[in-house]
Structures are given as structure tokens and as C-alpha cells.
């Protein structure tokens, strides 16, 4: 017959075993709910409000200078791209003037050309009408209208004759052909002109033939 202290015992021991299977439950809240004080995890002593306070605004400010750099990173790049697009725009336009002007000079050297060589071409003629009027065929009557209407027409694109007496010679726009010494005279000057010459504008399209007096 199991005695009293085998019965107290067996009674602890099954009271340890219902212990061991009764289930553990931790209170991981925070904030103690009869003190309301804030708990912290053991072994972590509790931060300081001023520390909290100071790693709270640091953090704003960092975050504060990375915003600011994203923001003006882009507008520096933008203003960047805006200057570089802004001078090919100028060099384009440069260029495009450069390009017209160039054009335009080429055109009127161009016209200028076709028209010199027009007038080159109508040389002999001129010589012809002048060698005429000289023996007196063109006087009056029908050839006489018609080179005097030639003429004209040669004069609006600027075609000039070259056949005064009396002036200094030139050898930029007279061919000396004959030399006859003269007394009263102090530079050499053109005493007659065998054949005309022709110049349109600056350009000496064909030198005067003339005969030149010097001084003795």
C-alpha cells in the first residue's frame, strides 16, 4: 500500500509535466500597458529624446541635399544642352549667310562674265561702225540710225569708249604704238588714237592703239 510520500510525489511530478506542455506567451508590446512607459528590448539602454531629435534632423537634411542635387542636376543639364543647341543654331545661321552671300556672288560675277564676253564679241563691229564713220558712210540714212541705236544699247550695260586726245598717257588703258617727241608738252600724252578701246565698269576690256607725244 504506496505510503504519503509517494503520493505527494506523484502529484508534483504531474503537476511539473502539465507545466512543461502549458504554452509560453511573451509580451513583445512596447509600451507597458498599466504604466504606459515605453519598454525597450533588454540589454538596449533607452535612446535619448535629444539623440532622437538630432538623427532625425540630419536624416531631413541629408535627404534635403540629395533632393536639391536631383533637382538641379537636371536643370543644369537641361540649360547645357540648351546653350550647345542654342550655338549650332548661330553656326547653322552663319554658315547659311556665309552660303548666300557666296551665292550671290558667284551669280554676279556670272552675269558679269556673259556679259563681257557679249561685249567682246560685238568689239569688231564697234570697229567697223568707227571706220565707217570716219570715211563718212554713216552720215545720215538707215545705217546711221542703227549704229547709233547699237551703241546706246551697249552703253546701258555699261560698255565706255576709249578714244580721247589730249590726256596724260595711261599704260592701264592706252597702247603706245608710235612715239613723236612734242615741245610743249611736260608728260607724255596721247596725240591721237589709231584704234578705240572699250572698258565696262573698272574692267579694261581692250586698250587704246594710240600714238603718244614726249617731251623733247
Known sequence: MPNGNDAGNAGREEREANEQHKPVIRDNRKVD????????????????????ALSQAEEILNGMEVSAEEAVAPGAAAEAEAAELRNDLLRLQAEYVNYRKRVERDRAVAGEMAVIGVLNSLLPVLDDIDAARQHGDLED???AAIAAKLETALKTYGLERIAETGVEFDPTIHEALIQQPAEDIEVDTVSQVLRSGYRSGERVLRAAQVI???PA
Open 141 to 143: 540714212g538707215p545705217f
Open 33 to 52: 500597458p498599466e504604466t504606459g512607459a515605453a519598454r525597450h528590448p533588454q540589454g538596449e539602454a533607452p535612446a535619448s529624446p535629444e539623440g532622437d
Open 212 to 214: 603718244v607725244a614726249v
